[in-house]
C-alpha cells in the first residue's frame, strides 16, 4: 500500500503569510505525528494525534501553529503569520497504535515539506 | 527532558569497511528505539526498531544493539558500500513522540 504522503513537497512564503501543510497517513494509521527539522539537526516533536484527538501539542513552538485531524486521517499544519525562523522541513509520521497507549510499532515517515519563508 | 546524542557527527570511510555508529539517551525509560536513515532532501527511512525488552535487531547488513539501562545503541553496518552514504538518525520513544540525535553522516569513499 502507500506511504505517508504530503503536500506540497516545497513551498515559499513571505514573511507574514499563512501556510497550511497537508499529510496524508498511511490507511488505517491511528497515530500521527508531525515533527519539524530544521536544517543539519535531527526532527524536532510538534504534535500528535490518536484519530481526531490532539493528544499533545506540547511541541507547538507558539500559538501561530495549529494542526487539526478532524476526520481522524487526513491532517493539516498551519502556521500563520510566518517568520523566517519557521524555514524547515515539516515531517509527518504515522504508526498503527494499540490500545491503552501503549506504542510499540515502528513509525513511517512522509517526505517532507520544505517550507522556505522569505 | 530526553537528550539523544550522535557520535561521531560524521564520518568517512574507504568502501567494504565496517561502520560503528554511536547513540546514547539520557532517560531509560524509554518503549522503543529506531535507528532512520536519511538522504538528502528526502524524508526517513525506518531500518531497525528495537524494543525497549531486546537486546539487539539485525536485517541484512545492519545489527542494532541496545543496552537500556546504560542508555547506548549501536548501529553496525557491515562491509559498508558507496549506497550506504546518507545520514543515519537514531530515536528514542517516550510516551507521546521520538526523540531525535543530530544523525551521523557518513560517506563511504568507493
Known amino acids: 500500500g502507500a506511504g505517508v504522503s504530503q503536500s506540497p513537497r516545497y513551498k515559499v512564503a513571505k514573511r507574514g503569510q499563512d501556510v497550511a501543510l497537508r499529510c496524508d497517513p498511511i490507511s488505517g494509521h491511528v497515530s500521527l505525528f508531525w515533527y519539524q527539522q530544521a536544517l543539519g539537526q535531527g526532527p524536532e516533536f510538534l504534535t500528535y494525534f490518536q484519530n481526531e484527538a490532539q493528544l499533545d501539542k506540547s511541541g507547538l513552538p507558539s500559538d501561530r501553529f495549529f494542526a487539526e485531524r478532524p476526520e481522524g486521517s487526513v491532517s493539516t499544519l498551519k502556521i500563520q503569520r510566518t517568520q523566517q525562523e519557521d524555514s524547515a522541513v515539516y515531517l509527518c509520521?504515522?504508526?498503527?497504535?494499540?490500545?491503552?497507549?501503549?506504542?510499540?510499532?515502528?513509525?513511517?515517515f512522509g517526505p517532507g515539506t520544505r517550507l522556505t519563508v522569505l | 527532558k530526553q537528550e539523544v546524542t550522535q557520535i561521531p557527527a560524521a564520518l568517512s570511510v574507504p568502501e567494504g569497511e565496517n561502520l560503528v555508529l554511536n547513540c546514547s539517551f539520557t532517560?531509560?525509560?524509554?518503549?522503543?528505539l529506531q535507528w532512520f536513515r536519511q538522504d538528502p532532501g528526502k524524508g526517513l527511512t525506518s531500518l531497525l526498531l528495537?524494543?525497549?525488552?531486546?537486546r539487539e535487531q539485525t536485517s541484512g547488513r545492519l545489527n542494532a544493539s541496545l543496552d537500556k539501562s546504560s542508555g547506548r545503541s549501536t548501529l553496525y553496518i557491515a562491509a559498508s558500500q558507496p549506497g550506504d552514504s546518507a545520514t543515519y538518525l537514531c530515536?528514542?520513544?517516550?510516551?507521546?513522540?521520538?526523540?531525535f540525535g543530530k544523525g551521523n553522516q557518513v560517506v563511504v569513499i568507493p
Open positions: 509520521a504515522s504508526n498503527v497504535g494499540l490500545a491503552g497507549g501503549r506504542f510499540y510499532n515502528e513509525q513511517f
Open positions: 528495537i524494543q525497549s525488552s531486546q
Open positions: 530515536a528514542v520513544r517516550g510516551n507521546n513522540r521520538l526523540a
Open positions: 532517560d531509560s525509560a524509554i518503549y522503543n
